[in-house]
């Protein structure tokens, strides 16, 4: 449909950014998060794939740096996917765009992920996984 082509060239579209705006050292669940949030992917159904089974635990973001197509079992790759989303989802609901593209912006300056995170977010990457686990009870 052409409301899924449009998702699909959206999503696309802003791996490209992310790869020029953060110079290629984006980790992949940023890339991927920020990817489906323009594409238009609903956080609320990530929430709920990630709540079931319940009391399931959630990989730190940390070990979701690395492409996701080096997990072969496809629904941890959904679980991935999704925890990406909703990761970035909380950013964006809680300081805007624009601290994600700053992000962005000190990844592309060779500056480290954390100290990227911290600078522009107030966070860390455990402190990202802090918010996750909340979000999900």
């Known amino acids: 449909s052409p409301e899924e082509l449009r ?3 959206y999503h696309e579209y802003c791996h490209h ?11 992949t669940w940023l890339n991927e998060g920020l990817a489906q949030y323009v ?3 609903d956080p609320a159904r990530a929430r709920q794939l990630l709540g079931s089974p319940p009391g ?4 730190s973001l ?7 197509s080096e997990t072969r079992q496809r629904p941890l790759v959904e679980r ?21 593209q700053n992000v962005l912006s000190g990844l592309a300056r060779r500056q480290p992920l954390e100290d990227a995170l911290q600078a522009s977010l107030e966070t860390t990457t455990e402190g990202l996984d802090e918010r996750l686990r909340r979000a999900l009870e």
């Open 62 to 68: 940390a070990k979701l740096a690395a492409p996701f």
């Open 39 to 41: 594409e238009g992917c």
């Open 80 to 100: 991935h996917y999704a925890q990406s989303l909703l990761a970035v989802s909380l950013l964006i609901e809680e300081r805007g765009m624009n601290a994600l």
């Open 7 to 9: 998702g699909t060239v």
């Open 17 to 27: 950014l992310v790869h020029l705006l953060a110079g290629g050292q984006a980790p």
């Open 56 to 59: 399931a635990r959630l990989p």
